[in-house]
T-cell receptor, first 109, second 115 residues
């Protein structure tokens, strides 16, 4: 399984953009990069995923480095409801999802 | 979007009894479901991979005779914690993978308290 490195925690002000980094230098060529988030006392929620190109959806954007060894999840305008633990996970199509420690995002009002 | 539902959302049981947690994919078929356990302030720990119609694959250190997993249909997997003890108290989470997709959706989780 590819190993990931994420900051333990980050803070951001409400209504400002947030950039959550993730290093996955051992990622294989067929691994997708998935991002999930977990709000307190809830199951993880899918945020976004990508392979090589940058991706956008209604929740966030995913910027993937050209060498695929890192990626950044971008929340364009953070709200208090975005406070959660964010997990970056390389996922092979036929494989299981293994969670690391993730980044705890605090949003300041 | 795709929905995975767990039942019950919370349960309290007496030490020594067994408790069953259900995981259903409500609007898609899932050949593979995963079961996780999460202790307070920790990350999710994968317990087992459940494949429809076959035996579950357990992660190292997870007792298969204690955590019985059944995946009898493409929309339902169950986890039974047998002879529960207080140390089994935890947040149990399931996830289901699209039949032919690359996205995995998670249930809301089930809190188990063993007293």
């Amino acid at each position: 399984d590819a190993k990931t490195t994420q900051p333990n925690s980050m803070e951001s002000n409400e209504e400002e953009p947030v950039h959550l980094p993730c290093n996955h230098s051992t990622i294989s060529g067929t691994d997708y990069i998935h991002w999930y988030r977990q709000l307190p006392s809830q199951g993880p929620e899918y945020v976004i995923h990508g392979l090589t190109s940058n991706v956008n959806n209604r929740m966030a954007s995913l910027a993937i480095a050209e060498d695929r060894k890192s990626s950044t999840l971008i929340l364009h305008r953070a709200t208090l409801r975005d406070a959660a633990v964010y997990y970056c996970i390389p996922v092979n199509r036929d494989d299981k999802i293994i969670f690391g420690k993730g980044t705890r995002l605090h949003i300041l009002p | 979007g795709a929905v995975v539902s767990q039942h019950p959302s919370w349960v309290i049981c007496k030490s020594g009894t067994s408790v069953k947690i259900e995981c259903r994919s409500l609007d898609f078929q899932a050949t593979t479901m995963f079961w996780y356990r999460q202790f307070p302030k920790q990350s999710l720990m994968l317990m087992a991979t459940s494949n429809e119609g076959s035996k579950a694959t357990y992660e190292q250190g997870v007792e298969k005779d204690k955590f019985l997993i059944n995946h009898a249909s493409l929309t339902l997997s169950t986890l039974t914690v047998t002879s529960a003890h207080p140390e089994d108290s935890s947040f149990y989470i399931c996830s289901a993978k699209y039949l032919s997709g690359n996205t995995i959706y998670f249930g809301e989780g089930s809190w188990l308290t063993v007293v």
